[in-house]
């Protein structure tokens, strides 16, 4: 991180130097100040015509925000998840479009079993919005486990947590911050953040109205599946659950369940825009998962391995006997190992 901004700073530098050859008579007759007017100019014009072009800035080419793209992405890629391609991409385009009146940061909370998708599909928000991905400047993510690990030293992660985001917010609005493994993080974590994500958080002309937050966490997870279960033990199909069947349950679970959401201010203030439920998967949605990782690795699928991998490592819910334990998570790592 500190090399790549020391040769940014480095080029910044020849950019002015370069300024100065082409021009540096004029310069001579006029005052400091007015050459270091220039210089400043200099710098804004070569930032704009040419270091932008390259590197990433906080700007439209590096921020694209595709969400054609991501919704293309989605269709193809993620299985037996109906609720959230209905509910992701309307919210994200209307928050992203030029005509949003947003006044607030875009906050989802992503719940389900692991192996559901929920870090796949905030991987490809990252990569829809930022030319660079999840590798992009703008995009922050934390991991519960291991970024704040100890309950005791939570008042330390907020301060942290709190100043982390504010810098970032300030270096661009159209930040991006993924929190994942909510459900490990201690409780009251999130405590300075929701005033940050609160309409009016800002004093000092921050923008942070084009951020999104985005949290993820198991929690409730198994709320969701004995929700499916029953519902489809009643006859009705997966498909046509909707995202109202999940929503009460999924802010209730949160709130009440140990985790970084637990009594949140989050909750209470009522930050949060969406609760997004990730459905435990079935038998053929990890089929679907891994024919698709054959495609990766530019093979056929081929049905033996499939019918191995299913038979020697899938177990499903002792509840339901419907749903695959561990979603597609490991699955895909064997058919790696089976192509090789
Ligand atoms: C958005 O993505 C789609 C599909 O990948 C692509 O066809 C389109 O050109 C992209 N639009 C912009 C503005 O980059």
Redesign the pocket.
């Known amino acids: 991180m500190y090399a790549i901004s020391s040769t940014k700073s480095l080029i910044l530098l020849l950019g002015l130097l370069l300024y100065c050859i082409h021009d540096c008579h004029s310069i001579e007759p006029l005052t400091i100040g007015a050459a270091i007017g220039i210089g400043s100019i200099g710098l804004n014009y070569f930032k704009g015509q040419t270091y932008c072009r390259f590197y990433e800035c906080c700007d439209d080419r590096s921020i694209?925000g595709?969400?054609?793209?991501l919704h293309?992405?989605l269709e193809s890629t993620l299985y037996g998840q109906h609720i959230v391609t209905q509910h992701l991409i309307p919210a994200l385009s209307a928050h992203l479009s030029a005509q949003s009146k947003s006044r607030k940061p875009l906050v989802l909370s992503f719940h389900g079993q692991p192996g559901t998708g929920k870090n796949f599909v905030a991987n490809q928000i990252a990569q829809?919005l930022y030319l660079d991905g999840s590798n992009s400047a703008y995009v922050t993510k934390f991991l519960g486990r291991s970024d704040f690990p100890l309950a005791d030293l939570v008042d330390q992660y907020k301060v942290r947590i709190d100043g982390l985001v504010r810098d970032r917010l300030r270096s661009c609005p159209r930040s991006l911050f993924i929190f994942d493994e909510v459900d490990k993080m201690p409780s009251g974590v999130f405590d300075t953040l929701a005033s940050l994500v609160d309409y009016n958080a800002f004093t000092d002309g921050t923008d942070h109205t084009k951020a999104i937050f985005i949290f993820l966490s198991n929690t409730a997870g198994t709320h969701i599946a004995d929700h499916l279960g029953n519902s489809m033990k009643a006859g009705k199909l997966r498909e046509d659950t909707l995202l109202s069947d999940y929503e009460s349950l999924l802010q209730r679970a949160a709130y009440n369940l140990d985790g970084g959401m637990k009594k949140t201010g989050l909750i209470e203030a009522h930050v949060i825009d969406h609760y997004i439920p990730f459905l435990p998967m079935e038998k053929a949605h990890v089929v679907q998962c891994l024919e698709a990782e054959f495609r990766r690795w530019g093979k056929q699928p081929d049905k033996d391995i499939i019918n191995e991998i299913l038979s020697s490592s899938i177990s499903y819910d002792r509840m339901h006997g419907l749903f695959v334990s561990s979603g597609c998570k490991t699955l895909e790592k064997k058919v790696a190992m089976a192509i090789y």
């Open positions: 694209p595709n969400i054609t793209a293309r992405s829809a």
